[in-house]
Antibody
Framework: QLLLQQSGPRLVKPSETLSLTCTVS??????????WGWIRQSPGKGLEWLGS???????YYNPSFKSRVLISVDTSNTQFSLTLRSEIAADTAVFFC??????????????????WGQGTTVTVSS | DIYMTQSPSSLSASVGDRVTITCRAS??????LNWYLHKSGTAPKLLIY???RLQSGVPSRFSGGGSVTEFTLTISSLQPEDFATYYC?????????FGQGTKLEIK
């Protein structure tokens, strides 16, 4: 059974950078056809897709976040990571990592987030 | 972006009831519509993909329908574990978007 385990700080000061890591076990991250994404759930805006990455490092970002989101992959450690720059109070949210069939918009009818991490609540506060 | 609207936003029902949740897309998405169940503090669970295909391991009381811009999720006979928040999500465009959620509560 595929398991996605999230890790990272739960409290970030305004203007600092948030970094979260998702470690995948029970399956390979070093080959296709899967894509690995980050989604956040904030009180005011519900679920928002931030971006995704393929094992070869190709990234896909939501334009609403593109200027401050960076997603990277470390296949040797079966991990992928999220960096969100310039955190503001409105960035307080629950962050999820998830697997999907991508690439966004071209993943076919089966493209869906079929495995998710447990979620990390991140509070932005001084 | 494609905007997804769910209705109702909340719903009260009893065990054994049949319930239907609707999701509307702001433009045509074909059958690129997925449904998720989420309980606070846990990982969301994929129920239905491609509008009507039941994800492996999901009970058959869950079913999905619709196409183009209007979609439904139906639970034929509610069980205690079904009380949760449900989200639709489109995978048609290059920017994935979700509905705002429907909270299903026990009456």
């Amino acid at each position: 059974q595929l398991l996605l385990q999230q890790s990272g700080p739960r409290l970030v000061k305004p203007s600092e950078t948030l970094s979260l890591t998702c470690t995948v076990s029970g399956g390979s991250i070093g080959a296709g056809p899967y894509y690995w994404g980050w989604i956040r759930q904030s009180p005011g805006k519900g679920l928002e897709w931030l971006g995704s990455i393929y094992y070869n490092g190709k990234t896909y970002y939501n334009p609403s976040f593109k200027s401050r989101v960076l997603i990277s992959v470390d296949t040797s450690n079966t991990q992928f990571s999220l960096t969100l720059r310039s955190e503001i109070a409105a960035d307080t949210a629950v962050f999820f990592c998830a697997r999907h069939w991508g690439p966004p918009g071209r993943g076919g009818t089966s493209d869906s987030f079929d495995f998710w991490g447990q979620g990390t609540t991140v509070t932005v506060s001084s | 972006d494609i905007y997804m609207t769910q209705s109702p936003s909340s719903l009260s029902a009893s065990v054994g009831d049949r319930v239907t949740i609707t999701c509307r897309a702001s433009e045509s998405i074909g059958d690129r519509l997925n449904w998720y169940l989420h309980k606070s503090g846990t990982a969301p669970k994929l129920l239905i993909y491609a509008a009507s295909r039941l994800q492996s391991g999901v009970p058959s009381r869950f079913s999905g329908g619709g196409s183009v811009t209007e979609f439904t999720l139906t639970i034929s006979s509610l069980q205690p574990e079904d009380f949760a928040t449900y989200y639709c999500q489109q995978s048609y465009s290059e920017v994935y978007t979700f509905g705002q959620g429907t909270k299903l509560e026990i009456k």
